[in-house]
Nanobody, 122 residues
Framework: VQLQASGGGLVQAGGALRLSCAAS????????MGWFRQVPKKEREFVAT????????GYADSVKGRFTISRDNAKNMVFLQMNNLKPEDTAVYYC????????????????WGQGTQVTVSS
């Protein structure tokens, strides 16, 4: 499966962005999906995950209550709605397709999009 993330940009603290990830291939619905983020010189950080049918979601503590992950299997899309953004949310955000539901471990995800930059100004 090939993934392409979009929707990043520059936003003020307290603002919102919606990231999208478009997937190719008929097997999209077979994959749990995740969002991760990375800043320079730091490891890739788990943000959110959603199960194959969208029935289960999981979030990093740092984004819980502010971010919402969702998917549309009919359109091969996964989304990350980010509200009440903070400067510490600044990072490159990646969508990924994984092997296991509920995983927050980036090594369980084997297909990655190219990343989209999110910058939150204070």
């Amino acid at each position: 499966v090939q993934l392409q993330a979009s929707g990043g940009g520059l936003v003020q603290a307290g603002g919102a962005l919606r990231l999208s990830c478009a997937a190719s291939g008929r097997t999209f619905r077979m994959y749990p999906m995740g969002w991760f983020r990375q800043v320079p010189k730091k490891e890739r950080e788990f943000v959110a995950t959603i199960s194959r049918n969208g029935g289960r979601t999981g979030y990093a503590d740092s984004v819980k209550g502010r971010f919402t992950i969702s998917r549309d299997n009919a359109k091969n899309m996964v989304f990350l709605q980010m509200n009440n953004l903070k400067p510490e949310d600044t990072a490159v955000y990646y969508c990924a397709a994984g092997d296991f539901n509920d995983s927050d471990d980036y090594t369980d995800y084997h297909y990655w999009g190219q990343g989209t930059q999110v910058t939150v100004s204070s």
